[in-house]
Every structure is written in C-alpha cells, then in structure tokens.
C-alpha cells in the first residue's frame, strides 16, 4: 500500500524500535486494525527510541528490512513498514505525529499501543500533548492489562475513555480519546528474544 493514502483513509500507527520485529507485532497490528475498523496500520521503524540505549541497538536500515520481511512472510496486506521517520528527522513521538499530521490533513490517525507501553506512557516527551493530537487505542499484553488501566495515564483519560464494544467509533473522534481493546494476549517479546539470542 502507498505511503500517499487518499482522503479519509484510517491509519493505525504503531512505533517502536522493532529490535527484532516479531510476531507479537503483526498480532496486535491486526486483531487492533479489526477491532477498530482501521484501513491500514503503520509499523514506524524508529531510527533511535529516546528512551532505549543506543547500545544493542542494530541499525534502523536492518530492522526495517527485517520487519519489512517479517511483514511481506505474513501475508498481511494492510500492513505497510516505514522509516518515516528518518525522512522526518524526528525521533519523538509528538513530533512525528505533528509532521504526519501536517503532511496528510485528511487522514484519520490512531495511535497503537501494549498495554506494557501504556504504564510508561508518562515518560514519553509531551505525553499529554499527545493525547491531545490523536486517539490512542490500547491492546492487551501479558502481565500489563489491569496494571494500564489503573495507571497514570489512563486516569488522566478516564473521561474521555470509550468501551471496548464501542472500539469503532474511536477512528472518528476528535483526541483525546481513549479505548482499551480486548482480545487474546501474545507472547511475544523482543527483550526476551534479545536475551536467548
């Protein structure tokens, strides 16, 4: 799929350092992408997370090609990899959605995340700011699940947090907005892959 989408296409936007991508990846991407009716989700390949060290870290150029292979041996067609970024000189994620904002004014964007981010979220620059520019859509992850609904960040969204039975509505709201999802948890992790490698 183009990185031109037409007018009022829905974008899921997942970010991350994809160190490796895997199959936790392409789960959330796409239960989320049914649960929320998105057109299409967008793995963003960080060239450097602001708050992982740089050490361990291969190079943006291998994980976004072992990602895109990742992606294209799934056979996932709504799932488009990105290094969007680069081309953006941002690495923050409120500066990434303010430039993809400014370049495509007509698309719908919602932010992906675990549930394990969530509990970090408050540690992101400008996290309220972000709540502000999107909507944001939570799913599950194993251990993580009631820890992010009870967090910091979703109470500061307490108010204006939607229910899972309602998750479609979500690409439609103006942010903030807020939805956890429901569904089966993943495995997955990359910390542990690194780790048995």
């Known amino acids: 799929m183009s990185l031109v989408p037409p007018p009022g296409t829905t974008i899921g936007l997942m970010g991350g350092s994809f160190n490796p ?13 049914r649960a929320l009716g998105l057109n299409v989700v967008w793995f963003l390949v960080s060239p ?12 943006q ?5 072992a990602t895109r292979a990742l992606v294209k041996k799934s056979g996932a067609r ?6 969007i970024e ?28 675990g549930a394990d981010n969530m509990l970090q979220f408050p ?26 609904r009870l967090s910091p960040a979703a109470a500061h969204l307490r108010a204006v947090t939607i229910e899972a039975s309602d998750a479609k509505l979500l690409r439609h709201l ?11 948890t993943h495995s997955a992790s990359a910390t542990a892959i690194r780790a048995a490698s």
């Open 61 to 65: 150029a291998k994980r976004f090609a």
């Open 123 to 148: 540690r992101w620059a400008k996290w309220r700011e972000i709540t502000r520019t999107v909507p944001i859509a939570v799913y599950p992850r194993p251990g993580s699940t009631l820890k992010a």
């Open 78 to 83: 709504n799932i488009v990899v990105t290094g």
């Open 21 to 33: 991508a895997h199959d936790g990846h392409l789960h959330v991407a796409r239960l989320s992408a």
């Open 48 to 59: 450097q997370n602001p708050l992982k060290p740089a050490s361990g870290m291969e190079p």
């Open 86 to 113: 680069a081309t953006l000189g941002t690495t923050r994620t409120i500066d990434t959605l303010r430039a993809l904002k400014r370049r495509y004014p007509l698309v719908h964007f919602v932010w992906l995340m």
């Open 174 to 184: 103006e942010a903030p907005a807020l939805v956890f999802l429901e569904g089966r």
